[in-house]
């Protein structure tokens, strides 16, 4: 069955869905590598402003883009109670040998804030382009290092194939969970050999499924003459617009605020 | 009453792009007794909404209680609400996972707790039901034939000894025989007393089998009543993305050339009684007048 929840792609026409995906997987790579470059506060309001800008220029409504951040709650609370106590400083609040410091409260939230704004950005990546497009994008960035022996279009094909198919293989999953608690299967029982004994009824028909994929693929894509990467065209080819002018020249300088922030700072 | 569907609506993905409301107010129910044929173009509901039958989904808004169990309600064991009404997938033989056909089919008995003896007795009479022999018993069955899998998944089912079978386009995919033995097995089942639902493409499978048919069209029931009334209303039936049964569209072809036919046959062997029928009244009115026309119409 096709429905939309391919990856997590969120349909739209925005500025940002627009951008080529290789201007935003290396504008996404600058940003995550000059995120850990910031130390000082004013830099924080440049990458929390680049990340703001970005979140406009993708349409995408800010409760999707803060729902999306659920799976790292833990992560998010883990690094603000973790610096909270153990960084020395002026002491706010104590019990026994803990103690919450100022300083740490301060560190620990600037981290965190740099561990929203990293997977804000990066899921404005993939929530913004199509896993086909990331793919495409990739391959054409990876197609230099080709002479060094990079296999870039099986990689990509191969890429594609698993986005393709996770989906598929997850509906196929959900349906087959659903035949077997027809048949009173229960999945919660006491004892990990138990558990994996209650998971056979699931995973061997998955596992059957997903070769009985693979061959229809393999014909499919015989039948239609597919004999590997080399010499073959695409129906869509990727075009620079005046969009990615726009987009390097923010990234561009967001990096030189980071880097003059840094030098300032000494 | 079996099952009582009340106001029932189901939306997949709530919240999400891609949110979709599959049922919208569908009340429903499934009397002791009877075989229900639900039809309805691709994408109408119809896997939906069997699946609210025995409790793997639960309604968005609305009610389902099946033998007075509310499916929603947490107290309720969905374990007996599922041994009570036994849902057969499309496609079943791909949920086959176990070593030989006697695990297979003594997996849901197992997991409904019964002693050892009582799974034992179940798996074969199951297996006896489907009309399969216990030499099969010991086989993988994935060593098996396309048409024998359906049967064994169809068993692995009925162990579970339900007073309802809910089936899921259960001849998809099979050839003719496989077809026929499988429509034969249900209305057996049906005959010794199971409360049949069968989801459908075929509109002949349904007027042969089904004592009342349900059709879907866009999460909506639009049409419920017995096969020989709703068969009748091609036009709306057409509108819907279906069409009736051949049998019914001849009989009423012919009716609307002037041929003395009742117009109600809905499966095939009614139309080949009501033509001949026809033929034959037609070959007593001739003969009177003589000659050998009498004979040629009857050819
Ligand atoms: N898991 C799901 N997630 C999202 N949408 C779904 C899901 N399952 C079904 N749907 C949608 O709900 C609608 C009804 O689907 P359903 O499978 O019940 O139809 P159906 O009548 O059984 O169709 P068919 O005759 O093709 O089997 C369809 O539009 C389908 O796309
Ligand atoms: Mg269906």
Request: proline content about 6%; overall charge positive; charged content about 20%.
């Amino acid at each position: 069955m096709f429905n939309i929840t391919l990856g997590q792609y969120y349909p739209g026409r925005s500025f940002l869905h627009q951008v080529d995906p290789r201007t935003k997987i290396l504008a996404t790579l600058v940003y995550s590598v000059f995120i850990f470059l910031v130390k000082e506060p004013e830099g924080f309001y440049l990458v929390a402003g680049f990340a703001l800008l970005a979140m406009a220029a993708s349409r995408i409504p800010p409760l999707t883009l803060i729902r999306g951040l659920r799976p790292i709650l833990i992560f998010l609370v883990i690094t603000l109670a973790f610096n909270a106590f153990m960084t020395p400083g002026e002491t706010l609040w104590g019990w026994g040998p803990f103690r919450v410091t100022r300083e740490g409260l301060a560190f620990g939230g600037l981290m965190a804030l740099r561990l929203v704004l990293l997977v804000l950005v990066t899921s404005l990546l993939t929530l913004t382009t199509t896993p086909i497009a990331l793919t495409d994008g990739l391959e054409r960035l990876l197609r230099p290092f080709q002479r060094l022996g990079l296999p870039a279009a099986e990689l990509a094909l191969m890429m594609t194939i698993a986005l393709r198919f996770v989906p598929t293989l997850f509906d196929e999953a959900q349906r087959i969970l659903r035949a077997q608690q027809a048949r009173g299967a229960r999945l919660r029982v006491r004892g990990p050999l138990a558990q994996m004994q209650a998971l056979l009824p699931i995973l061997v028909p998955l596992f059957v499924a997903a070769f009985r994929r693979a061959d229809e693929l393999a014909v499919a894509m015989e039948a239609r003459g597919y004999r590997g990467g080399r010499g073959r065209t695409r129906m869509r080819e990727l075009r620079y617009t005046w969009r990615d002018g726009v987009t390097a020249l923010a990234v561009a300088a967001f990096a030189a605020g980071v880097v003059y922030l840094r030098l300032l700072a000494g | 009453m079996s099952i009582e569907l009340e106001h029932v609506s189901y939306v997949y993905n709530p919240g999400t792009p891609a949110q979709w409301q599959a049922l919208r107010d569908v009340s429903l129910t499934i009397r002791p007794g009877e075989f229900v044929g639900l039809i309805g173009a691709t994408g109408s509901g119809k896997s939906t909404l069997v699946q609210h039958m025995n409790g793997l989904l639960r309604p968005t808004s609305g009610r389902v209680r099946v033998f007075g169990m509310d499916t929603s309600d947490p107290r309720t064991d969905l374990t007996r609400v599922r041994q009570r009404v036994g849902l057969v997938f499309q496609y079943p033989e791909h949920q086959l996972f176990a070593a030989t056909v006697a695990e297979e089919l003594a997996y849901g008995p197992t997991n409904l707790g019964l002693a050892p003896e009582e799974v034992q007795r179940r798996v074969r009479w199951a297996l006896r039901a489907v009309g399969l022999g216990e030499e099969l018993l010991t086989r993988s069955p994935f060593s098996l034939s396309g048409g024998q899998a359906r049967r064994v998944a169809l068993a692995g089912v009925l162990a579970m000894r339900p007073d309802v079978l809910v089936l899921d386009e259960p001849a998809a995919g099979l050839d003719p025989l496989g077809r026929r033995e499988i429509l034969d097995l249900i209305r057996n089942l049906h005959r010794e007393g199971m409360t049949i639902v069968l989801v459908s493409h075929s509109m002949e499978d349904v007027a042969e089998l089904a004592t009342r048919v349900v059709v879907l069209d866009q999460g909506r029931v639009v049409m419920d009543g017995p096969p020989r009334e709703l068969f009748r209303r091609h036009r709306e039936l057409a509108a819907l993305g279906l069409a009736a049964p051949v049998a019914a569209q001849l009989v009423d072809a012919l009716k609307a050339r002037g041929w003395p036919v009742p117009g109600q046959a809905v499966t095939i062997r009614e139309a080949v009684a009501e033509v001949t029928a026809a033929l034959a009244a037609r070959r007593r009115e001739r003969r009177p007048e003589g000659g050998r026309e009498g004979g040629r119409a009857g050819v």
